[in-house]
């Protein structure tokens, strides 16, 4: 099935996936074109829970039908949903935390996704991607809010995000003036906020994002026996460049090496917290440094992406 939803969509059956989609738009932003260029992020309002059964029934049985008796089993009717003395009906989308929930999600929309014609089309689930000269993106952006309501779902034109660039100043400015007639209220990132999947795109949004990281780690540092590791993090290390910015792994890592000190009443100078960061099977605890990390996570996606 990874093969039947590739290329365009990454966010079934596609080990790193999420990183894929981000270096595929990053590859397309520092392509260095000179000609007007815009970059379109697509946003559905409750994406998953909006899907048309009767659309995913059909799909199912002329394309996978050997999944058919238990995606008729699940969804022929629908579920109720008690709340007090309410009772509501679940009639559309596919049920959080059932496994074959973001394939079925994405055999409803792979006709939509590999109809688009604009030479960025990157979708991770119901985040998609589009970039190319303005016509053509445009003319993908009307297919994807009409073919997208045949299947149930509906841009959020004021969560969807517009990123410009080549040409002039003036060309530029046109071009916001005319994706914003289709999609209006549409958001305009600057280069520091522009980003995928919590990724950010560009070195100017890389301190900021390592540091929203590091906030929430202050806040739970007392917990952080409890903690698992530290996805959220290790996701922007493999997909960003952050190993440029030392000090700000540096930051993050003395949050980990206080709160390790506070856990374990030992004073955590240079030596035990070194020790610390070795592997369990050389003695240490494991602990990984943001910092020494960084580098060899960002050429492991690399490869694993590629």
């Not at 995913?56 to 008690?82: A, E, G, N």
């Not at 007090?84 to 596919?94: F, I, K, Q, R």
């Not at 209006?184 to 949004?205: D, K, N, T, Y």
Request: aromatic residues 6%; glycine residues 8%; hydrophobic residues 40%.
């Amino acid at each position: 099935m990874e093969q039947r939803v590739r290329p365009e969509q990454v966010g079934c059956g596609t080990r790193g996936g999420a990183e894929a989609a981000v270096r595929a738009v990053r590859s397309f932003l520092e392509e260095g074109k000179t000609a007007s260029q815009i970059l379109l992020k697509l946003d559905s309002i409750n994406a998953f829970n909006t899907i048309r059964r009767d659309v995913l029934i059909q799909i199912v049985h002329d394309t996978v039908p050997m999944y058919l008796p238990f995606v008729w089993q699940s969804y022929r009717r629908p579920s109720k949903l008690v709340y007090g003395e309410h009772v509501l009906e679940s009639a559309s989308g596919v049920q959080q935390g059932d496994p074959l929930g973001p394939l079925l999600f994405c055999l409803v929309i792979e006709r939509l996704t590999k109809s688009l014609t604009s030479p960025l089309n990157a979708w991770y689930l119901d985040d998609g991607t589009i970039g190319g000269d303005v016509d053509c993106v445009v003319s993908d952006l009307q297919i994807v809010m009409t073919k997208g309501l045949e299947q149930g779902l509906e841009l959020s034109t004021s969560k969807c995000e517009l990123f410009s660039f080549g040409g002039s100043h003036q060309e530029r400015v046109a071009i916001r003036q005319k994706v914003n007639v289709f999609c209006p209220g549409i958001l305009l990132p600057s280069r520091s906020e522009l980003s995928l999947l919590g990724a950010p795109f560009m070195e100017e949004g890389l301190e900021e994002a390592v540091r929203a990281k590091t906030g929430p780690m202050k806040v739970v540092s007392k917990r952080l026996c409890f903690m698992h590791v530290h996805q959220a993090l290790l996701h922007i290390l493999r997909s960003s460049s952050v190993w440029k910015f030392s000090e700000v792994l540096k930051e993050f890592d003395e949050v980990v090496r206080s709160s390790l000190a506070e856990i374990t009443n030992v004073q955590m100078s240079v030596e035990p917290w070194r020790h610390a960061t070795f592997p369990v099977g050389l003695g240490g605890l494991g602990i990984r440094r943001a910092e020494e990390v960084a580098l060899p996570a960002f050429l492991a996606s690399i490869h694993s992406a590629q």
